[in-house]
């Protein structure tokens, strides 16, 4: 009954599904990092201006 879909067009759209999931979590792990950088150079920056 479900025979496993074996053509080129299928495997074309299934490697282009993975693509663009893939470029979206490096995206948004690009945008954690830089984030993350963000909040450490305010926190930083914030002890630096006001010395204890």
């Known amino acids: ?3 496993p879909v ?6 074309d759209a299934a490697k ?4 663009g999931r ?4 490096a995206l948004g792990l ?3 990092v830089v984030l993350v950088f ?3 150079l305010v926190r ?3 002890n630096v201006a006001h010395p204890h």
């Open 1 to 3: 009954m479900n025979q």
């Open 6 to 11: 074996d053509n080129k067009a299928a495997k």
């Open 16 to 19: 282009k599904a993975r693509d």
């Open 22 to 25: 893939n470029i979206a979590l």
């Open 30 to 32: 690009a945008v954690f």
């Open 38 to 40: 963000v909040v450490t």
């Open 44 to 46: 930083l920056g914030g």
